[in-house]
């Protein structure tokens, strides 16, 4: 009874990123890949997303802090980034790698930093409620594994 418990609050809580828009139809997607023979598979892709795009927005932070800034460079984390954030269906992240491509293109370093803002905030926006989401998957786990 305590795992259906979860798995509710669980539901609502994903649904709610959905209607945020905070998570798009890929998110669908790879909780179709979870199943009975490897159940911590969505919260283990989160934790590993969380951890790349933590990493990715320190690299994009240095970077852009340097006095001549290696767009090259830049574009290829931000395109990691967005790759990653693509797979998991972090849908506003992405939109806003999209934005920082399109300054890093015309080569404006106060549009990328104002786009990698962006990103920053809406990874962390995003990354409470995974984190949430986490706890609860384990949560299910521990209860259906007794």
Same mark, same amino acid.
């Given at each position: !009874?305590?795992? #259906?418990?979860?798995?509710?609050?669980l539901n609502g809580l994903?649904?709610?990123?959905?209607? $945020?828009?905070?998570?798009?139809?890929?998110?669908?997607?790879?909780? !179709?890949?979870?199943?009975?023979?490897?159940?911590?598979?969505?919260?283990?892709?989160?934790?590993?997303? /969380?951890?790349?795009?933590?990493?990715?927005?320190?690299?994009?932070?240095?970077?852009?802090?340097? %006095?001549?800034?290696?767009?090259?460079?830049?574009? #290829? @984390?931000?395109?990691? +980034?967005? *790759?990653?954030?693509?797979?998991? *269906?972090?849908?506003?992240?992405? +939109? #806003? /790698?999209v934005k920082l491509r399109?300054?890093c293109e015309a080569k404006? &370093?106060? *549009?990328?930093?104002?786009?990698?803002? %962006?990103?920053?905030? $809406?990874? @962390?926006? +995003?990354?409470? &409620?995974?984190? !949430?989401?986490?706890? +609860? $998957?384990?949560?299910?786990?521990?209860? $259906? *594994?007794?």
């Amino acid at each position: !009874m305590a795992a #259906a418990a979860i798995r509710d609050q669980l539901n609502g809580l994903v649904n709610s990123m959905f209607a $945020e828009g905070l998570l798009d139809d890929q998110f669908n997607q790879l909780q !179709m890949l979870q199943d009975e023979t490897n159940p911590g598979f969505v919260a283990e892709v989160i934790t590993l997303f /969380c951890e790349d795009a933590e990493r990715l927005i320190k690299e994009l932070s240095t970077l852009l802090d340097q %006095l001549v800034v290696d767009y090259f460079k830049v574009d #290829a @984390y931000v395109h990691q +980034l967005k *790759g990653s954030s693509a797979s998991v *269906g972090a849908q506003y992240i992405k +939109l #806003a /790698c999209v934005k920082l491509r399109q300054f890093c293109e015309a080569k404006n &370093k106060e *549009g990328c930093a104002h786009a990698l803002n %962006l990103i920053r905030h $809406e990874y @962390y926006r +995003l990354k409470v &409620k995974l984190e !949430m989401m986490v706890q +609860l $998957e384990r949560r299910i786990q521990a209860y $259906e *594994g007794q």
